[in-house]
């Protein structure tokens, strides 16, 4: 945390600070409260969360009865006080801007780009980018399989949104991208900087540590965007259908929105590479779903071709590998946090609680998939849990997530593809810190989220070893041979609409 040097005077002044802003924002009511941790004496929770009240619903039902039929009043975004005094809040609806114009206009242009998403146009895309990562692993055996699959996610979103193709995962606009995530992921946690525990401290003026360090990125991570925007609006990438073009198209109702493009791409960029770690690390610990698949892909494709978006329809198994995957370890620890604009009151389990206005609601992905009651076997990788008795996908599957079409679809192709391919299985490599043979684990302390953002907002897997063998080499043939006969125009595979 940033660091202050604190003579008695200012400690003395900082507590009265403190005070006036505890009596000023705790506003207790007598309304029953649902069960929380408990607090300190005076301070209560501040010290725990910079809000008035936090929400973690791990029940499905209660989940949709206030995220869905009371929208109105719990559609609205907290905002941290990192974002509201030092980022720029039009790029950051998704997760931190308020129920406001902004945020709808955003979600309105989601919905849009998903629209054309489910009608198939970044298939040829998607397509491309999963050919490209059977090569890697078909030349390492998967030695870097985790560097591969961080590749073909980050790669398949920025071609996408800005027309930047990532071929080796080495690219300079890559590792910027990379590194601004993490930094934005300091700043915005509880110890990346002081002024999300303790707010009021923003009034001393000067320069102060967080301050500097906050303006300091703001300006490194406005010169990236403002590049990777350039590049797709007038630069190299012009020619091309990109998300970024679709937002800066003036002749909507909305007018240029490409500032709101930002948050998009860095959710839908990290949470499909760690659904794609999920799912490698599901090989090692229960490969027994695994020929069930490898039979169903067989049947349809054969083994002359790889899969294709065709085959999707007639391919439920697979399908259900992927809805498993995104249930058995979910990509976000927390959901997207949403803020209540008025008190209300709701029913959990025959007892009424009061919900203040200004209290933030999670709805805690880990909790809702792994409900007792809603699924056997939670803890347990089970594709067939999706399927019905006769073998065909359940009805009733949804999820919330504006960009899940695309990040399905980037799912489903790897996985396709991959199983198609390769026996994936686990390594006989040691591990570098014990020397002994590695461990393959799927318990809290393998899933961390410490090794993508470093601050525990996403649920990622630790790096482990993986083998990836080619099924035969008849396979391996046709991976080099389509790679060598495919579309590689970025124009082609994401060709610009036709002018009216």
């Known amino acids: 945390m940033d660091g202050l040097p604190l003579q008695p005077l200012t400690v003395a002044a900082i507590a009265l600070l403190a005070v006036l802003y505890l009596v000023r924002s705790r506003r207790v009511s007598r309304a029953r409260r649902p069960p929380g941790p408990p607090g300190l004496p005076f301070l209560g929770n501040v010290l725990q969360a910079p809000v008035k009240s936090v929400f973690l619903i791990g029940d499905m039902r209660l989940a949709k009865e ?24 039009a790029q950051l609806y998704w997760v931190f801007s308020k129920q406001n114009e902004t945020h709808f206009i955003g979600r309105k242009l ?69 590194t601004c995530i993490v930094e934005f992921g ?22 102060m540590p967080w301050r500097k360090r906050a303006q300091t990125y703001r300006k490194r991570e406005d010169a990236l965007y403002n590049k990777l925007i350039t590049r797709a609006i007038s630069g190299e990438a012009s020619g091309m259908n990109t998300w970024t073009a679709a937002f800066a198209r003036e002749d909507k109702p909305e007018g240029d929105q490409r500032r709101l493009i930002r948050m998009f791409v860095l959710a839908a960029s990290e949470t499909t590479a760690i659904a794609m770690h999920t799912f490698i690390l599901a090989c090692m610990l229960y490969p027994e779903w695994i020929p069930r698949a490898q039979r169903e892909i067989n049947a349809i494709v054969g083994e002359d071709r790889l899969p294709s978006f065709k085959d999707r329809p007639r391919l439920p198994y697979v399908e259900a590998i992927v809805r498993e995957t995104l249930r058995w370890r979910p990509a976000v620890r927390f959901g997207v946090p949403h803020q209540s604009t008025a008190d209300d009151v709701v029913e959990y389990k025959g007892k009424e609680y009061f919900i203040p206005k200004g209290s933030i609601i999670f709805a805690i992905p880990w909790a809702i998939e792994h409900e007792q009651g809603r699924f056997d076997n939670h803890d347990s990788f089970q594709p067939e849990r999706f399927l019905n008795n006769t073998n065909n996908l359940k009805a009733g599957y949804e999820t919330k997530c504006p960009g899940i079409p695309f990040a399905e679809r980037s799912l489903w192709i790897n996985i396709a593809m991959m199983l198609w391919a390769f026996n994936i299985h686990k390594s006989d490599e040691p591990d570098p810190n014990t020397g002994l043979p590695f461990k393959y684990d799927d318990s809290d302390s393998a899933f961390n989220g410490e090794a993508r953002d470093k601050q525990g907002f996403t649920n990622a897997p630790l790096k482990f070893p993986a083998v990836f063998e080619p099924r035969s080499v008849q396979r391996a043939e046709v991976v080099r041979h389509e790679w060598a006969e495919c579309e590689k125009d970025l124009n082609a595979l994401l060709p610009r609409e036709k002018e009216q």
């Open 110 to 178: 989601t919905t849009g780009l998903m629209a054309a998403v489910r009608a198939g146009e970044t298939e040829p895309l998607q397509q491309f980018e999963a050919l490209l990562n059977l090569t890697h692993l078909l030349d390492d055996g998967g030695k870097n399989w985790f560097h591969h699959i961080d590749r073909v996610s980050a790669s398949m979103v920025l071609t996408a949104a800005f027309g930047l193709h990532c071929p080796t995962g080495q690219e300079p606009d890559l590792k910027e991208i990379v």
């Open 186 to 207: 300091k700043l915005t946690s509880l110890t990346g900087s002081i002024i999300n525990v303790l707010p009021f401290l923003d009034i001393i003026p000067g320069p």
């Open 66 to 89: 206030i995220l869905e039929k009371r929208s109105a009043k719990f559609s609205s975004r907290p905002i941290i006080p990192y974002v509201r005094y030092y980022a720029d809040p």
